[in-house]
């Protein structure tokens, strides 16, 4: 699915930072097409995080962020989480409240179009999203009797269940176990094979490169390289961010594999 | 599990939760019924029942002191759990804080400070009866006192946590101000500030009950209607804004009820601290976080301590009624403590 022109997120000069310290400095990023899982990757303070929540609208900045001929800056809260859900890299792990609840609070939450809004329908919706997820036998559980990674995917689900075009993920699989990084990012997978966009943060740059469709290497605030996965994470790039000193070797079955030499 | 009885299984959690609210209102009825019955003279339930709702079918003494003493004191033992309750569980929920109360911003101290200008000081504004003065200045000063923070973090556009260190210098500010006036007072009105400050049903009487209880009536459908944002925010600021809530004015207008609540019941009853602690927290341990069902609880759940420490506050010593502030916690403590062991042992 490749959509129309304005199917496309364009970021443009976006300047953000936290207080009087500027980490995004007139940023732009190229178009970012549905469908795709677009990585960014970058050391620590590069601004992935910064950005990602720049186009949440969790912090202020300047510039402009196009999507289906809106600018999303222009957007009230409401408005702009029709089209943008973003989940945060950590999630509070004492909340006494059942995982079906917490999903059905994230539709109730507020006003959406495409939900039928009587309780059966909402219900419906959110047990569907759960048995997608494949935490459907959780639902009952409460969130503060999940494992990390239980949480996790209950947190995924609440993220997809509005259905949101735009699907922002900071670290999705830090703190998860093999198993349950692949089955997060399998998801993923399917979330944007729907047709969304998929954004995320990645410090794994083997899983970036495993599944990712396009990556964007930053530095200090700023764009490196960008490109498909095997073009943009280099030996050259990869010096260049985070000084050291990699090769890029392929394995048995042919797949990429960057290796660390120092 | 299929989904069949995975929905089998909400619903009955769902009637479980219900249940337990039901429960609560019968447990809220009969204290409320010992509490009228208690006092120096003990009346017989049923009789308390029938000057209750059938007032000429019992003597007049009888209604009388039912109508007159009794029952402004219990009516407002309900209203004052209740609202501080309900402050408490919304305090928690916007401060993402357990340890957070009605108090936690500094408005007992703030409306102690207005019931100090009025009683050490006799300082007030002209146009208000005398009456009134030291209810009014302690409302004055608690929702002041909130405004003011709200003000302050907006302007420094700084998030909770220096909204919670913020009310703790405005905490510690009052009572600094509290002291300056104790110190400088006359020992007759030194006196009548420390009963103040303790906290006590007995300045009830229908007026102040009708104010407390439309400032209820008033604020409840709203925290109804804040519901499911409130349980969305449980789940962190960054999601509930991903789910569209706008989280600074649904912060704003909670703090708001908050203050209102707050401010008018301390302003009747002087400070009463614990039930905004322990009400909601007996809430969320009965019933979890679900503001749907945890809302009503903490209502009750305020209103059930809040009259059994009326009910202690009048047998502890016979004769006198000691004030329901220091009792509301040797009665919260130990219901608290057993709720938490016996949450850990299931």
Known sequence: ?262 | MDSTTITHQYRSRIRKNISVILLLIVGVAAAFCVDIATGPSMMDIGEVVKAVFLPDSVELATRVIVWEVRLPYSVMALLVGAALSLAGLEMQTILNNPMASPFTLGVSAAAAFGAALAILLSAGVSFIDPKWMVSFNAFVFAFGAVMLLQFLSRIGRTGVEALVLLGIAMDFTFKALIGILQYVASAEALQQFVFWSLGSLSRANWENITILGGVLAVIVPFSVAASWQMTALRLGEDSARSYGINVVRLRFFSLVRVSLLTATAVAFVGTIGFIGLVGPHIAKLLIGEDHRFSLPAALLSGAFVMSLASIASKLISPGAILPVGVITSLIGVPLFVWLIFSKRRK
């Not at chain 1, 269940?161 to 990012?185: C, G, I, N, Y």
């Not at chain 1, 740059?205 to 943009?232: C, E, F």
């Open chain 1, 1 to 262: 699915m490749t959509g129309e022109e304005n199917d496309f997120l364009e970021i443009r000069d976006i300047r953000a930072g936290y207080g009087s310290r500027v980490v995004l400095n007139g940023l732009s990023v190229p178009p970012l097409k549905p469908g795709q899982i677009i990585t960014l990757i970058g050391p620590n303070g590069a601004g992935k995080s910064t950005l990602l929540r720049v186009v949440a609208g969790l912090i202020k900045a300047e510039g402009t962020i196009h999507y289906k001929d809106r600018d999303l800056f222009k957007l009230s809260v409401q408005e702009r989480a029709k089209y943008v859900s973003f989940m945060p890299q950590t999630v509070p792990n004492d909340v006494s409240l059942p995982v079906i609840d917490a999903v059905i609070s994230a539709l109730k939450a507020s006003p959406f179009d495409q939900v039928g809004t009587d309780n059966e329908s909402i219900y419906a919706r959110s047990m569907g999203i759960l048995e997608r997820v494949g935490i459907a036998d959780l639902a009952l559980k409460e969130l503060n009797q999940l494992s990390g990674g239980q949480r996790q995917l209950a947190s995924l689900a609440r993220s997809v269940v509005r259905e949101p075009s735009v699907l922002l993920l900071d670290e999705p699989t830090s703190a998860l176990d093999l198993r349950h990084q692949v089955r997060v990012m399998s998801l993923i997978r399917s979330f944007a094979d729907d047709g969304r966009i998929v954004v995320m943060v990645l410090h794994d740059l083997n899983m970036a490169m495993r599944w990712s469709d396009y990556v964007i290497v930053m530095k200090d605030g700023a764009l490196v390289t960008h490109g498909k996965p095997v073009q943009a994470l280099n030996p050259e790039s990869v010096r260049q961010v985070y000084g050291v000193t990699v090769r890029v070797e392929l394995c048995s079955r042919g797949l990429p594999q960057i290796i660390v030499d120092e």
